[in-house]
């Protein structure tokens, strides 16, 4: 988090973390289209000539509460392909909550598991804090051969992180993702740094805010028009 | 959490990534490119453009029409106030919200303001005008109670002059350019961020490289230090082993000459096996200890002036009677005057033994083996690994000492290996000439250890020259 009491800002920062091809991009691309254009920045993405995302992407949300604080929510992806592990740790320095974007698929389970450690590792490498808010998405849940419903309910029974079902491309679970996810770096910023009572919002009023005009997944959102 | 009081949120990190930095709008923009844009912009509307960053600082300046017009309040106390009061105002307004603002100016003419945004932050200020709306025929009548002693009929003549623009049209025109010059900025911005991306993943990766090294180098470091110890292991056990094994071998001897009473034939034979076997292990152990004592590296050069030929020739006498049983052919060359070098004279001397020795074993009956000693300048063959010095002269004289045999030789791709430790061309032949495949890496060592090389040439069953070269620096010049 970044605060400038002076000029009234505080800036929030959202990472989307996970295994080559999970639908990281995706998933912002999608938020971009779904989330209300007042409040949601241009889309900024700095990716090869193949789509794969080469620093990251970046979709900026803010808006001004009503007695004047300017909040702004940074979410930004990290490239998922191996090669680019200082990038990642890079884009996640000063982190305040992250989105672990997992593939679905069966076959896709060993690099879900990597990233996750390597997830791990390079919040101990930023020296970050171990409690930072992370939920979980399982993606690409339109795809045969992913794991059950059930395999992902054993998980959201058993682990401590909010897990969530996601199909990116349409867009369904990704506004629910992002709404879990903020939620918890509220009431985490808000423990560690009372900014509740520095910007004079409650956390359903930041969320409303965020959320306020957003439109429903739907097939085909992210088709070219 | 970072948090800040001042008016910038970057400057407490200079060092921070792009990615925590709030940009200014000069950094986005390309001045020259950004000019061009907006001049070609207010001369196709005719109506003057400047741009202001967000401190008030003046980026671009382009006047209209107008100037004469403006130019007449200008020079009236009162209106020169007023004028300057809102410039003043339209420079440094609050914009709140993301669309242009209209103000109006007590000549009559107008002012749009439009903010420029990145990602919600203010960065900066477009202010169009003062274009004449079309509404406005003639100067306000206000302007004589400001101005008593301006010409009504002046001010006139000079409003007339400005082509006057429909609201609506100046609307649309300010929103293009709005348009235009955020996508500018945009577009900076990526590029701002993507190169400053580039130099910080470099970075990054480079020093994941370095850390990496470091822990590398130490593993590396740990294992040479057991290394070490264990050559050192090895040079103790090997030295404890050798003196009661000098004790076998003496009382053999001792045996074998009767000292204990007369030996029947059978006695002898087996004594004298004893004697022998004792004799290689003994020299199997030395082998090993002087390998180990360079491996550990405890063993050191002894340089002495000595003349190399005296050396060969006492290396000759070595292996002369075995030569003398396969009934060999001994040949050696020798430089004139005997010229002294620095050398250590043992560990030269067992070198040329050795490969004598080699020669001797791998030449069959009647064969002929040659020893050359000669002082030679030029490039050695690549086969030396010592290159050509085109700068230093010196580096390319040598004293040379080559071994020449007419045995079985050795095969292209194994005369590399018979300098390491315990090679043997083929297994059978440790049973056939026996010998402990060290003998090549111990003189390798001790050659190299001269800052000299050793190597060979062979051609298969015609034979080998084993060479030795020693750099020519360790000659004492008198
Ligand atoms: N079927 C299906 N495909 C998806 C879904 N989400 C993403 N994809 C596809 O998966 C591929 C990779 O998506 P990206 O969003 O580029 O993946 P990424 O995680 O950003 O990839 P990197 O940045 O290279 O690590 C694309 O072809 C997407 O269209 C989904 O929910 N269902
Ligand atoms: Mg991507």
Redesign the interface.
């Known amino acids: 988090?970044?605060?400038?009491?002076?000029?009234r800002?505080i800036?929030l920062k959202v990472v989307f973390y996970g295994p080559p091809l999970s639908g990281k991009t995706t998933n912002l691309q999608a938020l971009h289209h779904l989330l209300n254009g007042q409040s949601c920045?241009?889309l900024?993405t700095?990716d090869t000539a193949d789509d794969r995302t080469l620093?990251?992407d970046v979709l900026?949300v803010?808006f001004k509460t009503s007695n004047g604080f300017?909040i702004?929510i940074?979410l930004?992806t990290v490239p998922g392909q191996i090669m680019?592990?200082?990038?990642r740790?890079?884009?996640l320095?000063?982190a305040d909550g992250i989105a672990f974007i997992a593939d679905s698929q069966r076959e896709e389970a060993k690099a879900n598991n990597e990233f996750w450690l390597s997830l791990k590792e390079n919040l101990r490498a930023n020296k970050l804090d171990e409690n930072i808010p992370i939920v979980i998405q399982f993606n690409k849940r339109d795809m045969p051969n992913v794991r059950s419903d059930e395999e992902i309910e054993e998980v959201r029974k058993k682990g401590k992180e909010l897990v969530y079902g996601a199909v990116a491309i349409r867009g369904e679970g990704v506004l629910e993702t992002v709404e879990g996810l903020l939620s918890q770096v509220w009431e985490y910023l808000d423990k560690?740094?009372h900014i509740e009572q520095m910007v004079k919002i409650t956390r359903e009023d930041f969320l409303r805010r965020v959320f306020e005009g957003a439109s429903k997944p739907r097939e085909g959102l992210l088709a070219n028009p | 959490m970072t948090t800040s009081t001042g008016d910038n949120m970057f400057t407490l990190q200079p060092g921070g990534s792009v990615l925590s930095r709030k940009p200014k709008l000069a950094d986005l923009i390309d001045q020259a490119s950004f000019r061009d844009l907006l001049k070609s912009f207010s001369e196709l509307y005719g109506i003057g453009v400047k741009v202001f960053d967000q401190g008030g600082q003046k980026l671009v300046d382009f006047r209209a029409q107008t100037t004469e017009y403006c130019g007449l309040m200008f020079a009236h106390y009162e209106t020169k106030v007023r004028c300057t009061k809102l410039v003043g105002e339209v420079k440094s307004c609050e914009l709140d919200s993301p669309s242009p603002e209209a103000k109006q100016c007590f000549s009559g003419l107008r002012y749009r303001v439009g903010p420029i945004y990145l990602e919600g932050d203010f960065l900066g200020r477009i202010v169009y005008g003062p274009f004449r709306p079309e509404t406005l025929l003639r100067a306000p009548g206000e302007l004589q109670g400001l101005a008593p002693d301006m010409k009504q009929q002046q001010a006139n003549d000079l409003l007339v002059q400005i082509r006057p623009i429909a609201e609506r049209a100046i609307d649309a025109v300010v929103l293009h350019c709005q348009k235009v010059v955020d996508t500018v900025i945009f577009s900076g911005y990526k590029a701002l961020v993507a190169s400053q991306m580039h130099i910080e993943s470099i970075t990054a990766a480079y020093s994941d490289l370095e850390e990496r090294n470091r822990t590398l180098s130490q593993a590396n470091d740990k294992l040479r230090e057991m290394d070490r110890l264990k050559s050192n292991f090895i040079a103790t056990v090997s030295h404890e082993l050798r003196t009661p094994l000098t004790s076998v071998i003496g009382y053999s001897e001792m045996l074998l000459e009767g000292l204990a009473g007369p030996l029947q034939n059978e006695q002898k034979d087996y004594v004298a096996t004893i004697m022998e076997k004792g004799e290689s292990l003994l020299q199997l152990i030395t082998s090993i200890l002087d390998l180990s004592k360079i491996e550990s590296g405890t063993f050191k050069l002894a340089r002495n002036p000595v003349d190399i030929s005296l050396v060969a020739k006492a290396s000759l006498t070595d292996v002369l009677p075995q030569a003398r049983k396969k009934n060999l052919n001994l040949v050696s060359h020798f430089p004139e005057g005997g010229q002294l070098f620095l050398l250590d004279e043992e560990k030269l001397h067992r070198s040329i033994t050795n490969l004598l020795g080699n020669a001797v074993k791998f030449t069959p009956e009647g064969g002929t083996v040659e020893l050359k000693v000669q002082h030679f300048d030029g490039s050695l063959p690549k086969e030396s690994g010592k290159g050509f010095d085109p700068f230093v002269p010196e580096n390319n004289k040598w004293l040379l000492i080559s071994v020449r045999d007419t045995g079985i030789g050795i095969p292209d791709d194994k005369l590399q290996k018979v300098f390491e430790p315990f090679f043997q061309v083929d297994s059978s032949s440790t049973r056939e000439y026996g010998g402990t495949g060290l003998g090549l890496a111990i003189v390798r060592n001790f050659v190299e250890a001269h800052g000299g090389a050793v190597w060979a040439t062979s051609e298969l069953q015609k034979g080998s020259v084993f060479s030795i070269a020693v750099p020519f620096s360790c000659a004492i010049t008198k």
């Not at chain 1, 988090?1 to 000029?7: D, E």
């Not at chain 1, 680019?84 to 990038?87: I, K, L, P």
């Open positions: 988090m970044q605060l400038n009491v002076s000029q800002e800036a920045g241009r900024m700095l620093f990251f900026p803010f300017k702004k940074k930004y680019h592990a200082s990038t740790r890079l884009v320095e000063g560690k740094h």
